[in-house]
């Protein structure tokens, strides 16, 4: 199932896809020319060496008629060694002009996808965060890798080849009439015999092209799903039903490519016959030409060779057609994700956030849902505010709305009514990325990548030095792990960090949010992955740098909600208490109810022993 085709949010944003069961046409190639355009040098090299090709080939049959009317005789040697000489000539301009051709259009093709690819990648890193709650990761990829491919054979050889067979073809015809205006009559008359069901089955080609497309595309979708969560695939022994399931699906994009390429076959028969049987016939009309002595036996020839010429132009011209129209489908494809249009963007103009950052936060009757979720209120007019350098708990049980209000803040979705304030500025009227500089985060579920360590933590700041870097990680604890790897803060840690222990993963994360120095933290369960003696390492180093930050903290460990200056309970998208841990005890509400389930012991315990955990998990 195309995903970007059927999710509402994706037309919601102003998405241009087509309607299901739409045959694309070679015009969704046309937004694309201008990347081609770009390159006006390499392509004005390609046009000059196909029109010398083209002319070459064209001259070939002037010679071949010279040869044959004069007779191979004693009398006529000479003139017969200078026709070769000159036939020699022109097919060595003809194999100059054809790699030069050759050179021109496949790098210009290779140009092409590297600056489409380019692009598309730019646009998908914009997209926003409701785009990618109903998009899938694997087709996306399938779309930037497989997709481009089938462009480049469009924008390179598919094109030169088209318009150097369109050439021959237009010469050729044109040759035919000079040579013999009866036996071109009787080629132009066979024309529409062979251009209609060229015209015809194109739209058939086009449309199994597009169905073997999205088919590769769900199967690379499913692999990538997978193969990212291998660990958990053979930890349920679900190894056999998950390889089952991607050979049906490998076989289903299988079938629809032997459709595709059933109906360009066909089309290939069909033209080839026609286009051959048309000559035959002329020929036969020009051969009683020749017993009857109305033409020569080399102006024939001429005619004839000029006939294939054009019959293998045509014939060409159809399999290209069928290349173009396949490409068609991958442009359409592309071109609905280019058409996507986030949600959250830059307003024109923009504000300025305060430099240097207070970190004054204000919810003001925020009220969201997620565009996946509509019917669902994820907050519901919700108020709060935290006051520069301030720390504030954030608990409640789950699905409450405690990582919403990080996500709001973050500005990775927009509520649907109220506003939000950073230092007095409504974080819409601020340029998201200038808005993301003033706030770092550290998740639950940290997200390391597959590079160095190095580069791990200084994600996102490529300006820190080396030393910056080893300062955040001895902040973080993270220092003695990274020097005992094998090459210390060289090493390399593996797609998702997954040669790291979860408290790793953790740390470096950490160890990133410290280099950035932004005024606002946002900590949800920064220190759940730890054990305790590096819990107590990473806890002191959080409150050094939370000291001169903002801090809303989504609490699991009752160490942090003590520490908090104020705490937040958060049940059903509402702010139903507020205060410190001895005064919601106190109360006796949600907040010492969610207590209590942690606890086997009873309530006495809960006042007067802090050290277990206060809330269940966050979301």
Same mark, same amino acid.
């Given at each position: 199932?195309?995903?970007?085709?059927?999710?509402?949010?994706?037309?919601?944003?102003?998405?241009?896809?087509?309607?299901?069961?739409?045959?694309?046409?070679?015009?969704?190639?046309?937004?694309?020319?201008?990347?081609?355009?770009? =390159?006006?040098?390499?392509?004005?090299?390609?046009?000059?060496?196909?029109?010398?090709?083209?002319?070459?080939?064209?001259?070939?049959?002037?010679?071949?008629?010279?040869?044959?009317?004069?007779? @191979?005789?004693?009398?006529?040697?000479?003139?017969?060694?200078?026709?070769?000489?000159?036939?020699?000539?022109?097919?060595?301009?003809?194999?100059? %002009?054809?790699?030069?051709?050759?050179?021109?259009?496949?790098?210009?093709?290779?140009?092409?996808?590297?600056?489409?690819?380019?692009?598309?990648?730019?646009?998908?890193?914009?997209?926003?965060?409701?785009?990618?709650?109903?998009?899938?990761?694997?087709?996306?990829?399938?779309?930037?890798?497989?997709?481009?491919?089938?462009?480049?054979?469009?924008?390179?050889?598919?094109?030169?080849?088209?318009?150097?067979?369109? @050439?021959?073809?237009?010469?050729?015809?044109?040759?035919?009439?000079?040579?013999?205006?009866?036996?071109?009559?009787?080629?132009?008359?066979?024309?529409?015999?062979?251009?209609?069901?060229?015209?015809?089955?194109?739209?058939?080609?086009?449309?199994?092209?597009?169905?073997?497309?999205?088919?590769? %595309?769900?199967?690379?979708?499913?692999? %990538?799903?997978?193969?990212?969560?291998?660990?958990?695939?053979? !930890?349920?022994?679900?190894?056999?039903?998950?390889?089952?399931?991607?050979?049906?699906?490998?076989?289903?994009?299988?079938?629809?490519?032997?459709?595709?390429?059933?109906?360009?076959?066909?089309?290939?028969?069909?033209?080839?016959?026609?286009?051959?049987?048309?000559?035959?016939?002329?020929?036969?009309?020009? !051969?009683?030409?020749?017993?009857?002595?109305?033409?020569?036996?080399?102006?024939?020839?001429?005619?004839?060779? =000029?006939?294939?010429?054009? %019959?293998?132009?045509?014939?060409?011209?159809?399999?290209?057609?069928?290349?173009?129209?396949?490409?068609?489908?991958?442009?359409?494809?592309?071109?609905?994700?280019?058409?996507?249009?986030?949600?959250?963007?830059?307003?024109?103009?923009?504000?300025?956030?305060?430099?240097?950052?207070?970190?004054?936060?204000?919810?003001?009757?925020?009220?969201?849902?997620?565009?996946?979720?509509?019917?669902?209120?994820?907050?519901?007019?919700?108020?709060?505010?935290?006051?520069?350098?301030?720390?504030?708990?954030?608990?409640?049980?789950?699905?409450?709305?405690?990582?919403?209000?990080?996500?709001?803040?973050?500005?990775?979705?927009?509520?649907?009514?109220?506003?939000?304030?950073?230092?007095?500025?409504?974080?819409?009227?601020?340029?998201?990325?200038?808005?993301?500089?003033?706030?770092?985060?550290?998740?639950?579920?940290?997200?390391?990548?597959?590079?160095?360590?190095?580069?791990?933590?200084?994600?996102?700041?490529?300006?820190?030095?080396?030393?910056?870097?080893?300062?955040?990680?001895?902040?973080?604890?993270?220092?003695?792990?990274?020097?005992?790897?094998?090459?210390?803060?060289?090493?390399?840690?593996?797609?998702?960090?997954?040669?790291?222990?979860?408290?790793?993963?953790?740390?470096?994360?950490?160890?990133?949010?410290?280099?950035?120095? !932004?005024?606002?933290?946002?900590?949800?369960?920064?220190?759940?992955?730890?054990?305790?003696?590096?819990?107590?390492?990473?806890?002191?180093?959080?409150?050094?740098?939370? !000291?001169?930050?903002?801090?809303?903290?989504?609490?699991?460990?009752?160490?942090?909600?003590?520490?908090?200056?104020?705490?937040?309970?958060?049940?059903?998208?509402?702010?139903?208490?507020?205060?410190?841990?001895?005064?919601?005890?106190?109360?006796?509400?949600?907040?010492?109810?969610?207590?209590?389930?942690?606890?086997?012991?009873?309530?006495?315990?809960?006042?007067?022993?802090?050290?277990?955990?206060?809330?269940?998990?966050?979301?």
């Amino acid at each position: 199932m195309d995903q970007l085709k059927t999710v509402p949010e994706a037309q919601a944003q102003g998405t241009e896809v087509e309607a299901k069961g739409k045959k694309p046409s070679p015009k969704a190639l046309l937004p694309l020319v201008p990347y081609m355009l770009r =390159y006006k040098g390499r392509l004005l090299g390609a046009f000059v060496a196909l029109t010398m090709a083209s002319a070459a080939t064209l001259a070939v049959p002037f010679a071949v008629r010279q040869m044959i009317d004069l007779g @191979f005789s004693a009398e006529s040697s000479g003139a017969v060694n200078w026709s070769f000489l000159a036939l020699i000539g022109i097919v060595a301009v003809l194999a100059l %002009a054809s790699g030069f051709r050759f050179y021109c259009v496949t790098t210009l093709g290779e140009r092409v996808v590297a600056d489409l690819r380019d692009t598309v990648f730019k646009h998908l890193s914009r997209l926003d965060a409701s785009f990618y709650d109903t998009a899938q990761v694997g087709e996306l990829l399938s779309r930037l890798t497989a997709d481009t491919v089938q462009m480049k054979s469009a924008f390179g050889s598919s094109a030169s080849v088209a318009l150097r067979n369109l @050439f021959l073809f237009v010469g050729a015809i044109g040759l035919m009439i000079y040579s013999s205006p009866k036996l071109s009559a009787y080629v132009l008359v066979a024309l529409p015999i062979i251009v209609l069901p060229l015209a015809a089955s194109g739209r058939s080609v086009r449309k199994r092209s597009r169905q073997a497309q999205d088919r590769l %595309a769900e199967v690379s979708a499913y692999a %990538a799903e997978n193969l990212g969560a291998v660990r958990t695939m053979q !930890a349920f022994v679900a190894e056999g039903m998950v390889t089952r399931r991607f050979a049906s699906a490998v076989e289903g994009a299988y079938e629809a490519a032997r459709g595709a390429a059933q109906a360009r076959a066909a089309l290939t028969i069909v033209i080839i016959f026609l286009v051959f049987s048309s000559v035959v016939a002329v020929l036969w009309f020009g !051969a009683h030409d020749v017993l009857t002595g109305r033409m020569s036996a080399g102006l024939l020839s001429q005619f004839l060779l =000029y006939a294939v010429l054009g %019959a293998s132009a045509l014939g060409e011209l159809s399999q290209v057609w069928s290349e173009i129209s396949a490409a068609a489908g991958a442009a359409g494809r592309i071109s609905e994700i280019l058409a996507v249009k986030p949600r959250i963007v830059a307003p024109e103009p923009c504000l300025t956030l305060p430099t240097p950052g207070r970190g004054d936060i204000r919810f003001e009757a925020v009220t969201f849902s997620y565009p996946s979720r509509p019917e669902d209120t994820a907050l519901s007019s919700l108020s709060l505010h935290v006051a520069p350098g301030e720390t504030v708990a954030i608990v409640g049980p789950s699905g409450a709305g405690k990582s919403t209000l990080f996500q709001l803040l973050q500005r990775f979705y927009d509520p649907a009514s109220g506003r939000i304030l950073l230092d007095g500025v409504d974080i819409k009227q601020v340029d998201p990325a200038d808005l993301r500089h003033h706030i770092k985060s550290v998740p639950q579920d940290p997200v390391v990548f597959g590079i160095s360590i190095t580069d791990n933590i200084r994600y996102g700041a490529s300006e820190a030095s080396d030393e910056d870097v080893r300062r955040a990680a001895e902040q973080a604890a993270a220092d003695e792990f990274i020097r005992a790897l094998p090459d210390g803060y060289d090493t390399k840690v593996g797609e998702r960090g997954v040669t790291l222990s979860g408290g790793q993963r953790q740390r470096l994360a950490i160890a990133r949010a410290i280099l950035q120095q !932004a005024p606002v933290l946002l900590l949800d369960e920064a220190t759940s992955a730890l054990d305790a003696e590096n819990e107590q390492l990473v806890q002191k180093a959080l409150e050094n740098l939370m !000291a001169e930050r903002t801090t809303l903290v989504i609490a699991h460990r009752l160490a942090t909600v003590l520490n908090a200056d104020r705490i937040l309970v958060i049940e059903n998208g509402c702010v139903v208490e507020e205060g410190t841990h001895t005064s919601l005890i106190a109360k006796d509400g949600l907040y010492a109810r969610l207590a209590r389930l942690q606890f086997e012991t009873g309530n006495e315990l809960i006042k007067t022993q802090p050290q277990p955990p206060a809330t269940e998990a966050a979301e």
